[in-house]
């Protein structure tokens, strides 16, 4: 049985630090593309970052410069380091691997207030 379990989320003020961490369970990881998405209160689920197997980078134009997506295949995890933190990257955070059927999080909270 697959699983990816989110952990790290929480509330921090506007200029903060989060690190949200990726668990994956029952599949190798090492085979898929994983990226991170979010979804805030009355908008559709975004891509926020997404990374190749091969270590290929993508980020959302919102947050390039202050969030990065390192993986170690290892450990099977996927983390979502953000830096800079804004109000507006409040949202539930969900992660996915792009197997074919992917698998998804339940998401963990981010709030970004003062």
């Known amino acids: 049985q697959v699983q990816l379990v989110e952990s790290g989320g929480g509330l921090v003020q506007p200029g903060g630090s989060l690190r949200l961490s990726c668990a994956v369970s029952?599949?190798?990881?090492?085979?898929?593309?994983m990226g991170w998405y979010r979804q805030a209160p009355g908008k559709q689920r975004e891509l926020v970052a997404r990374?190749?197997?091969?270590?290929?980078?993508n980020y959302a134009d919102s947050v390039k410069g202050r969030f990065t997506i390192p993986r170690d295949d290892a450990k099977k995890t996927v983390d979502l380091q953000m830096n800079s933190l804004k109000s507006e990257d409040t949202a539930v955070y969900y992660c996915n691997m792009e197997s074919r059927p992917d698998y998804w999080g339940r998401g963990t909270q981010v709030t970004v207030s003062s």
């Open positions: 029952g599949s190798i990881m090492a085979f898929y593309a």
């Open positions: 990374i190749s197997r091969g270590g290929s980078k």
